[in-house]
């Protein structure tokens, strides 16, 4: 069984920095790619930035510059450096992991959370 454990949220005035931690643990698997999705209240969760296993990013176009992801030093763990938050950063972030499971003889995309983190921005 696969736990994402997250770490590294809180509250933090308007133009401040968090840095967020995930680490998977029990289980063997390599993810391919690792990252942050986020979930503001009566809002869909949505992408903050994600990081494969070659380090090739995507982010969320409006977090580009302020936002960085990166692999951490222990096999799958992966933490995003927020900076120059914003009142409307705030959310509830969430780890999430992704590998390719051939176990059915064709590849199916499993996808795996952690249970969040609240991040709260005040004005």
């Known amino acids: 069984q696969v736990q994402l454990v997250e770490s590294g949220g809180g509250l933090v005035q308007w133009g401040g920095s968090l840095r967020l931690s995930c680490a998977a643990s029990?289980?063997?698997?390599?993810?391919?790619?690792m990252g942050w999705y986020r979930q503001a209240q009566g809002k869909q969760r949505e992408l903050v930035a994600v990081?494969?296993?070659?380090?090739?990013?995507n982010y969320a176009d409006s977090l580009k510059g302020r936002f960085t992801i990166s692999r951490g030093n222990a096999k799958n763990t992966v933490v995003l450096q927020m900076n120059s938050l914003r009142p409307e950063d705030t959310a509830v972030y969430y780890c999430?992991?992704?590998?390719?499971?051939?176990?059915?003889?064709?590849?199916?995309?499993?996808?795996?959370w952690g249970q969040g983190t609240q991040v709260t921005v005040s004005s």
């Open positions: 999430n992991a992704a590998r390719w499971d051939y176990s059915t003889g064709s590849p199916v995309k499993r996808d795996y």
């Open positions: 029990g289980s063997i698997f390599t993810f391919y790619e």
């Open positions: 990081i494969t296993n070659t380090g090739n990013t």
